[in-house]
């Protein structure tokens, strides 16, 4: 006798083919100093969806002197924060990414 | 006698066996940073650097970023092209890279005239940089009268994977399109304008300088990339033009992508 699926099969087969391609995209998230006291940040995932109102944070020493989010275009240009920071794109568990200011140039 | 005859036809065939294609170059297709990145816009044969064509100004070379179209030929500069026979006109450019995207370059060129064939071609170009690896629209068409619309991202292949492409006439596929396809194999450097003269493979036999595959009946195509590197692929005479000042016109479309060694 073939057993019959169950519910819980069903939504779970269903929850994954809806969740494959939320979670099989990448974050991507960089920033450049514009050499004007002010740097441009721009994130995006790899399957081409945008990241406008994603939050972002300045952080210096570990506390946040900035919290934003990309606007529209999935663009943040601000000021350079003196000394150490990061520049955190914070798009929910697993799509974190941390630039730190050093590796802006 | 005989032998000049003969002589003359072995020619002939050697130079049939290699295909015109227009190049427009840059050497990195995957950048993460922003800044100027040079252009090399040649006509020439890339598998065997063999005869460099000599280019008339551009009708038309822009490059299309999230949709927005902006020119990149009013920077252009005349230079000369050295390649393994000779040295020619062409034109250095600069792209300039600023947000994550994908930058699709395309050069419209004035058709040129081969002399052996009695014939002009005019060989529409599309190549691609991408900045920070967002895929914002490479799959896009231009509206270009002859065109290669790619089915794989054209700047992040595997040597060992495939490409896949559609020709399309005026937006229209092109069933059974014939399509040659050539390795760049004498890398460009970019100082010196010329091809580097050493190859960077031997074709095992002539038949291997020019492949030439055809598209299915919905204009599609599939090539396997066996080596990292530049690709060129040329769908011959699919553009709607067929005529120049009163002599046949091959309105060609060409696409470049480039394969990467998984390492």
């Known amino acids: 006798m073939t057993p019959k699926p169950t519910l819980t099969a069903a939504v779970l087969a269903v929850g994954l083919l809806v969740a494959g391609p939320v979670s099989t995209h990448t974050p991507l998230f960089s920033c450049f100093d514009n050499y004007d006291g002010t740097i441009f940040c721009e994130g995006g995932f790899s399957d081409g969806s945008s990241a406008a109102g994603v939050k972002i944070e300045v952080l210096v020493a570990g506390q946040a002197v900035l919290s934003t989010e990309l606007d529209a275009d999935g663009i943040l240009e601000t000021g350079k924060p003196e000394g150490d920071y990061t520049v955190r794109f914070d798009a929910g568990p697993g799509h974190v990414i941390d630039v730190a200011g050093g590796e802006i140039e | ?263």
């Open chain 2, 1 to 263: 006698m005989r032998a000049v005859l003969l002589a003359a036809a072995l020619i002939c065939a050697a130079d049939a066996a290699q295909a015109h294609f227009q190049l427009v170059y840059t050497p990195d297709v995957n950048v993460s940073r922003p800044g100027a990145l040079p252009l090399r816009l040649v006509f020439a044969h890339p598998a065997e650097n063999g005869h460099v064509m000599a280019m008339g100004e551009p009708l038309e070379f822009y490059f299309v970023l999230r949709g927005k179209r902006t020119d990149l030929k009013a920077d252009l500069a005349p230079i000369a092209w050295t390649g393994g026979h000779n040295a020619a006109a062409g034109f250095a450019g600069i792209l300039p890279v600023r947000r994550n995207g994908d930058y699709i370059m395309a050069l419209i060129p004035s058709p040129y005239y081969e002399a052996g064939e009695d014939i002009y071609i005019q060989q529409i170009t599309k190549s691609f940089v991408n900045k920070g690896g967002v895929p914002t629209g490479w799959e896009e068409t231009l509206d270009l009268p002859a065109e290669i619309r790619p089915l794989a991202k054209p700047y992040a292949l595997y040597a060992g994977g495939s490409f896949s492409g559609q020709v399309l006439s005026t937006g229209e596929p092109v069933p059974f399109a014939e399509i040659e396809v050539e390795y760049l194999n004498h890398p460009p450097v970019l100082d010196t304008n010329m091809f580097d003269p050493d190859g960077q493979i031997t074709p095992p036999s002539d038949a291997f300088i020019t492949m030439t595959i055809f598209a299915d009946a919905t204009g599609t195509f599939t090539f396997g990339l066996p080596r990292a590197g530049f690709w060129g692929f040329c769908a011959l005479g699919v553009g709607p033009e067929t005529e120049h000042e009163g002599k046949e016109l091959s309105q060609d479309a060409v696409i470049w992508v480039r394969a990467y060694d998984m390492k």
